[in-house]
């Protein structure tokens, strides 16, 4: 849930999820890391794109807190 509890604008549902810049970078990490995995056993090309991954996971620090609504799946700016 969110720091300060919020309702969504748009439904009024109190089922809001905060999600985080830790959220995100986790997210894209962990595809990466996958991807990675898949380009060593099975398809080489995966690699290239695994690294991207890992690389837009350090920028997602960048990106800003999300509120969401699990109801209506609206999301907006704390």
Known sequence: MSDVWETCPRCKSDK????SKLFYFLLWFACGGILLWI?????????????LFII????SFMMPRVNRCT?????WKP
Do not use: Q, Y
């Not at 809001?16 to 999600?19: G, H, K």
């Not at 109801?71 to 999301?75: E, G």
């Open 71 to 75: 109801d209506c799946k609206h999301k």
């Open 39 to 51: 380009g060593l056993l099975v398809f080489w090309p995966m690699l290239i794109l695994g690294f």
């Open 56 to 59: 837009v996971s350090l920028f």
């Open 16 to 19: 809001v999820v905060t999600r």
